[in-house]
């Protein structure tokens, strides 16, 4: 069974950064892209970032690039997302997710972990 578990977030002023981790089991982690979504209220799911299976490849949204890095521990299973110089649109919760197709698709998110950016 897939499982995805995302931590990390919390109250933030802007300005300032989060590291959020993704722990996955069940499925042969050094074989996918993983990436990271994010959700706001209202809105539908938005691509953050991504990172081939062996980390050489990254890609990331015009809207973080700059500000966020991802990187992944193979050998852990882990997958991490830091997010600098935080803005208040950041505020969104962020899910992790098993990669499928291209860059940017994926088949299975975990259940996601809350940033919010507020002074």
């Known amino acids: 069974e897939v499982q995805l578990l995302e931590s990390g977030g919390g109250l933030v002023q802007p300005g300032g950064s989060l590291r959020l981790s993704c722990a996955a089991s069940?499925?042969?982690?050094?074989?996918?892209?993983i990436a990271w979504v994010r959700q706001t209220p209202g809105k539908g799911l938005e691509w953050v970032s991504s990172i081939s299976s062996y980390g050489y490849y990254k890609w990331y949204a015009d809207s973080v690039k700059g500000r966020f890095t991802i990187s992944r521990d193979n050998a852990k299973n882990m997958v991490y997302l830091q997010l600098n110089s935080l803005k208040t649109e950041d505020t969104a919760k962020y899910y992790c997710?098993?990669?499928?197709?291209?860059?940017?698709?994926?088949?299975?998110r975990g259940q996601g972990t809350q940033v919010t950016v507020s002074s």
């Open positions: 069940g499925f042969r982690f050094s074989n996918y892209h």
């Open positions: 997710a098993k990669g499928q197709g291209q860059f940017d698709e994926y088949d299975y």
